[in-house]
């Protein structure tokens, strides 16, 4: 028995649990609350994806006259799906690698409408290899059986989403409140069957179901209807993504026959209060609440009359994945793409370097709501404490830190941290293309296990980059990427179209921007999506300064996405399909030098984009004057001296050849042997262990207590040799 069950309802990830669980766990282990936690859409992906599940799947009535093509092939070959279901879900979860050969023989497989992409797939794996050829054959295979699903057993069926049409933009509860009056669907008897199961074992006292996006909404509510029909007793709440963003005036008491609370923002006062008034109601006398919604009177009525302050994220513990059976995840490959394989492929720890957006600025964002706003870092000892439990905890090494964009100086200092304590760990993030990402800064990152970073470009144009206050221009955005690239750490770039005020050419431009981008070899991966207003952003605030006009209209459940009409008059939904099929082919490498009109069936109008101009932006080089305040890394202080003596003509004399053994090559320095001495005791007194990092400032007041010239030291071609090679860096 447990006081509270934690759920994430179907569907997200296929490849690793959505953390909000995990954190809220770990959060609670901190008040002694005692928790269990499921990830539903994994367990329902499992017991469908299975020869049992498939043989339900084939045993739907269906008349195979009047299906597709598609449909007929699959059922026809039914007995081969499962024959092999119950081979492939093992292999993608990592337990027979030894079946990649069966799978990529082309024999193995029945193949679908899904297998018609695979024209390249030579060249598209010639990078990835075996292993990921197999299992982006093993995610087409799955993809087969999934439209076979949606087009015969359950329309509303998506690996990461179901019924998500209800929950987008439902600014009324009439459709969804419909839905659930009707039988349970193909999905939803997978899903209560489990449920059942869980909460029978766990017995608990509240049950919190976390909905993260409109994809969970359907499910979340059609498994707290049969909680209230079967257990009655068992008090039900809901938290997470979807109602702090979409359901902060919801009004419609019809709400409440199926949850008892909805609590917003940061969860874990909100939610440890709830646990106070549930579970030990003899013991609080008044009832104290944290911005929860409740029904009473019949009226919905929002409470936050608590005194007590939210905690402050060095108080929220570690996140706890105990329960979630990590070892049942199912790793996809969607498209032949390292970057863009990341969402889909791997087990990855979540955990966030710091609370809210330092930028908070940009004006597409919901930059009013808390979890943006509140900006508050935690320390890096503190983070990679966090890390090193994770690692004991579950075994895994990879991370992924879901910050809205990870600051620059504490990224720093966590992978300074990271080589302090030896870790090997592998992670990625969310950034800003800001110009704190030099060179140095770049190849620090990567050396503390940094593979790749996502982050907005947004809309390729500086005067829409400056509208939005993204703080950012195409120029240096280029910059960045390469600084990235040279240190080998892939890119994913947000990408925006639609956007008020933005006309057809700057469309077509900042397509332009986004071919050069990738045909230098700078940007890896990238996704266009049309821009929604959202009710919290600064355009939805303030639509008229953005020249739109939103389409009201009563708001009694659901508000975000806000239907409005642009000055512009243009459709920029027209744009969408040429831009995506343009940048798969980027993504893959492919078809640079194909005019743009080639991706679209209407008119376009040229780009007035010079074809050279992410090349020529790049020619200039990182500013390397003198900066005082720089702060100085030294990544090694193995090195191997030799004082040698020089008999030339026009030198002679005694030198020092200093000798660095880098991992990957070997760095070979000659200098005065004074100031090789000198060096080499920076070194030591300076190396990575010391967390005191002096300045350029201070190595010139130490240099010029013996020598002249500091700056003519730092620039000579023996530093600039250690500087290019890593061995020192300033950032």
């Known amino acids: 028995m447990k006081d509270l069950l934690l759920i994430t309802p179907p569907f ?9 669980t995990a954190y809220i766990k770990g959060f609670l282990n901190t008040k002694n609350i005692s928790s269990y936690q499921i990830d539903l859409g994994i367990d329902v992906i499992l017991e469908l994806f299975s020869n049992g599940g498939l043989q ?10 009047n299906i597709s093509e598609n449909s007929q092939r699959i059922y026809a070959l039914r007995e081969e799906y499962l024959k092999t279901i119950d081979q492939v879900i093992p292999f993608l979860q990592g337990k027979t690698p030894t079946l990649a050969r069966q799978i990529c023989s082309m024999n193995f497989l029945p193949e679908a409408s899904r297998f018609n992409q695979l024209d390249d797939m030579e060249f598209a794996f010639g990078n990835m290899g075996l292993q990921d050829k197999a299992k982006h054959l093993a995610t087409l295979y799955l993809e087969d059986i999934s439209d076979y699903i949606v087009e015969n057993v359950d329309a509303d069926f998506g690996f990461s989403r179901y019924a998500e049409r209800l929950g987008k933009s439902a600014n009324s509860f009439d459709e969804l409140y419909s839905k659930l009056a009707d039988k349970e669907t193909f999905i939803d008897d997978f899903t209560l069957t489990i449920l059942r199961e869980k909460i029978e ?6 049950v919190c179901f976390s909905i993260p996006f409109p994809g969970n909404l359907y499910s979340a509510f059609r498994s707290a209807q049969f909680i209230k029909k079967n257990f009655p007793h068992i008090k039900i709440a809901m938290g997470g993504g979807f109602p702090n963003t979409e359901l902060r005036e919801i009004k419609d008491q019809r709400v409440f026959e199926f949850f008892d609370f909805i609590t917003l923002d940061d969860g874990e006062l909100p939610l440890e209060l709830l646990c106070e008034n549930v579970c030990h109601p003899q013991q609080n006398e ?22 007590r302050h939210d905690y402050k994220q060095v108080d929220i513990g570690t996140p706890d994945y105990t329960d979630l059976r990590l070892d049942q995840y199912i790793s996809v490959i969607e498209i032949a793409n390292p970057m ?25 964002c919901d930059i009013s709501l808390d979890y943006i706003k509140i900006y508050e ?5 503190i983070l990679v404490d966090r890390m090193e439990e994770l690692i004991k905890t579950t075994g895994e090494t990879g991370f992924h830190f879901v910050d809205e964009a990870a600051p620059p100086a504490l990224m720093r200092e966590v992978a300074l941290e990271i080589l302090r304590r030896n870790l090997v760990v592998t992670w990625w993030t969310n950034i800003r293309f800001e110009k704190s990402f030099t060179r140095d800064l770049c190849y620090l990152l990567k050396l503390s296990g940094c593979v790749a970073v996502s982050g907005g470009l947004e809309v390729a144009s500086d005067r829409l980059l400056k509208l939005i206050d993204k703080g950012i221009s195409v120029e240096q955005v280029a910059k960045v990427t390469r600084n990235f690239t040279e240190a080998g750490v892939m890119i994913h770039a947000y990408l925006m179209y639609g956007y008020p005020t933005q006309t057809i050419q700057e469309t077509i431009d900042s397509m332009e921007m986004i071919r050069q981008l990738f045909e230098m070899g700078i940007l890896q991966s990238g996704f266009w999506h049309q821009f929604a207003m959202t009710a919290h952003s600064p355009v939805g605030l303030n639509p008229e300064e953005f020249g739109v006009t939103p389409i009201k209209q009563e708001i009694l459940f659901a508000n975000n996405d806000i239907d409005f009409t642009d000055k512009t008059g243009i459709n920029h939904g027209k744009f969408s399909s040429g831009l995506k099929k343009s940048l798969f082919n980027y993504m893959h490498g492919i078809n640079f030098e194909l005019p743009l009109q080639e991706w679209f069936d209407f008119k376009i109008p040229r780009t007035t984009i010079h074809p050279d101009y992410i090349h020529d932006s790049l020619l200039e080089e990182e500013d390397f004057k003198f900066k005082g305040n720089s702060k100085v890394v030294f990544l090694t202080k193995n090195v191997i001296a030799e004082n040698r003596i020089k008999n030339k003509k026009k030198y002679s004399g005694t030198y020092t050849l200093l000798t660095f053994h880098l991992k990957t090559n070997i760095v070979k320095v000659e200098m005065e042997q004074d100031k090789a001495e000198w060096l080499m005791n920076i070194l030591e007194e300076h190396s990575i262990d010391n967390q005191k990092k002096p300045t350029v400032q201070q190595l010139k007041t130490q240099f010029e207590e013996n020598f002249e010239d500091f700056e003519l030291f730092w620039f000579s071609k023996p530093m600039q040799q250690l500087k290019g090679n890593g061995v020192i860096l300033s950032l």
Not at 12 to 20: D, I, K, R
Not at 56 to 65: A, C, G, L, M, W
């Open 340 to 364: 863009h394989s990341l969402w889909s492929d791997g087990r990855w720890n979540k955990l966030t370097v710091a609370h809210g957006c330092y930028w908070g600025k940009c004006t597409f």
């Open 12 to 20: 997200t990830q296929l490849n690793t649990p959505y953390p909000a």
């Open 286 to 307: 008044e009832h104290q609440y944290k911005r929860t919604f409740l029904l009473e009177n019949q009226e919905v009525v929002y409470k936050n009359n608590t005194k």
């Open 377 to 381: 870092p935690i320390s890096a000892k």
């Open 201 to 206: 074992t766990v017995q608990p006292k509240l």
């Open 56 to 65: 339900k799947v084939f045993n739907k009535e269906i008349d195979v006259q």
